[in-house]
């Protein structure tokens, strides 16, 4: 399938109570033409409550006036996305993207991976980007204590953040910069009660388009130097000089097979030597993807890669670029 009749796939996520079902069930009501699929997400974590708890398998799907399909399902979400796939190829059910809330209290890691990994899934869906409710009242002390929290952040293309209403103006600005300092690739909004705009979690074109690469050359810059609190933390590289494309792909395939545990999210754009189009490069944990993008041109050529990730180790992986750099 061509990537224009590929669904595209977005992941809510947030801790407990951050506000995520707020957010789905304005978006499942609001007349905004697009005809989403939902999917509850109501795994807990993996392997542990599949052995403890007898689950109710079966769904239950429901069909709402504006044409969005939301669809309540327990159990494993690699049969439920292809059932979904060929109940729409079938014509039995009509929906043109499909929305997944994650569990609260869960790494969204292993749903993005489900877009890479599996062959089925990722022949009818492409990932279009993640999206985290973080509520500005609890939020920082969930951040202090759940590693869960700080990966949702990590894993971000947008950060909603929820309950403004209940501090104070310093106290937003307090949590904002601290999920900017996680993870500053994320654009950061305020929603009072789900009230976000389609365009902030819809089409955001996150994982595919390294959007705000490209639109936002300037984004990087300053970045390098970020300090970083708890353990995740992000950072850039940039150059004006053409990579060796032989030698950043056994790099890069060699920080993937050692940090791929602790690697949440990478991506970016990368001028390779002897290539006239750009190529984009993403990833979440081990599984690294690069599709080609659009032509150089006249445009001036540059890298510009992001990590995000716990604990890597920034001075290695950035001098381990340089020397891929043709020299
Ligand atoms: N004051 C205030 N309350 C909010 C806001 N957004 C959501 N809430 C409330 O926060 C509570 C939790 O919201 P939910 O949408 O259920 O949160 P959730 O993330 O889906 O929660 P889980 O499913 O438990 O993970 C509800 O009582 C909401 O009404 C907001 O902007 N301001």
Request: glycine share 10%; charged share 25%.
């Amino acid at each position: 399938m061509s990537s224009n009749t590929m669904i595209p796939v977005t992941i809510l996520t947030g801790f407990l109570g951050a506000g995520k079902t707020t957010l789905l069930n304005r978006i499942l009501k609001a007349q905004h033409g697009h005809r989403i699929a939902v999917i509850e997400n109501e795994f807990g974590p993996e392997g542990v409550d599949n052995d403890l708890l007898v689950r109710e398998e079966g769904e239950q799907i429901v069909e709402m006036n504006n044409g969005c399909v939301c669809c309540s399902v327990r159990g494993d979400l690699v049969r439920i996305l292809d059932e979904l796939a060929a109940k729409r190829r079938t014509g039995k059910l009509n929906f043109d993207r499909v929305v997944i809330e994650t569990t609260g209290m869960a790494n969204p890691g292993p749903v993005c991976q489900t877009f890479f990994m599996d062959d089925s899934v990722a022949e009818s869906y492409l990932l279009d980007g993640v999206v985290t409710v973080v509520d500005a009242k609890h939020g920082g002390q969930t951040l202090d204590e759940q590693a869960e929290a700080q990966a949702q952040v990590g894993f971000a293309d947008r950060i909603l953040l929820s309950k403004t209403d209940l501090v104070t103006p310093e106290e937003v600005a307090a949590i904002k910069a601290r999920l900017v300092s996680i993870n500053p690739r994320a654009p950061v909004k305020p929603v009072a009660f789900g009230d976000a705009d389609v365009s902030d979690v819809l089409d955001i074109k996150g994982f595919n388009l390294n959007a705000i690469l490209d639109i936002d050359p300037d984004f990087l810059a300053g970045l390098h130097e970020h300090s970083h609190e708890g353990d995740v933390s992000a950072f850039a590289f940039t150059s004006d000089k053409a990579f060796d494309g032989a030698k950043l792909d056994e790099f890069l395939s060699s920080i993937v097979q050692v940090f791929g545990e602790s690697l949440l999210r990478y991506k970016g754009v990368l001028f390779i030597k002897g290539m006239d189009r750009r190529v984009i490069f993403q990833g979440v944990h081990m599984m690294m993807g690069s599709d080609m993008g659009k032509a150089w041109g006249k445009d001036k050529r540059s890298n510009k890669m992001v990590f995000i990730g716990r604990k890597l180790p920034r001075d290695v992986i950035l001098k381990g670029l340089e020397q891929c750099l043709v020299s």
